[in-house]
T-cell receptor, first 110, second 113 residues
């Protein structure tokens, strides 16, 4: 069945460091791909999405490119801030259902 | 535009007691979802509604869980009786239609003692 695998956390970075969170998926066809972010005590917020191969989603300095050849959707940001500390979830959408990875915790230190 | 509203935000109950969660989706969104999020994991779909019809409830434990979406707007998820393993966050989401982007509420954090 469809599945999403994310790199294990926590990921700890200093402010202004470069961020990469790896995400790979297993699915038939070409599902839409998403990154959601969850701040402490809050629900999930959509960060970015891509609906077809080679699409690049971007928002708030974060980017991810839909790579069908490697079945990946890695999240990147050039310079993280303390306020980016949160849990990041990669997900694919199939028949209206979101299938999530296990989440990656990011801690950014001043 | 108001987001997805859920209540209560937190609930503590003793095992074997009933509990209910309420969700009000974004105005105009026809599709509503209930997800279960266990600690340290990603959310998993429990049930999906298209208007007032439940169209995907394959992951809903029907012996103790029930849900309804009267008039195709608000929805209620109920557990009766609750078990210790039901302690989790229950998330509601909505989208304009099937396949559109899903927007999540803040969730209800349930603790069963």
């Amino acid at each position: 069945g469809d599945s999403v695998t994310q790199m294990e956390g926590p990921v700890t970075l200093s402010e202004e460091a470069f961020l990469t969170i790896n995400c790979t998926y297993t699915a038939t066809g070409y599902p839409s791909l998403f990154w959601y972010v969850q701040y402490p005590g809050e629900g999930l917020q959509l960060l970015l999405k891509a609906t077809k191969a080679d699409d690049k989603g971007s928002n708030k300095g974060f980017e991810a490119t839909y790579r069908k050849e490697t079945t990946s959707f890695h999240l990147e940001k050039g310079s993280v801030q303390v306020s980016d500390s949160a849990v990041y979830f990669c997900a694919l959408q199939r028949s209206g259902k979101l299938i999530f990875g296990q989440g990656t915790t990011l801690q950014v230190k001043p | 535009e108001a987001g997805v509203v859920q209540s209560p935000r937190y609930k503590i109950i003793e095992k074997k007691q009933p509990v209910a969660f309420w969700c009000n989706p974004i105005s105009g969104h026809n599709t509503l979802y209930w997800y279960l999020q266990n600690l340290g994991q990603g959310p998993e779909l429990l049930i999906r509604y298209e208007n007032e019809e439940a169209v995907d409830d394959s992951q809903l434990p029907k012996d103790r869980f029930s849900a309804e979406r009267l008039k195709g707007v608000d929805s209620t998820l109920k557990i009766q009786p609750a078990e210790l393993g039901d302690s989790a966050v229950y998330l509601c989401a909505s989208s304009k239609d099937l396949g559109e982007t899903q927007y999540f509420g803040p969730g209800t954090r349930l603790l069963v003692l």
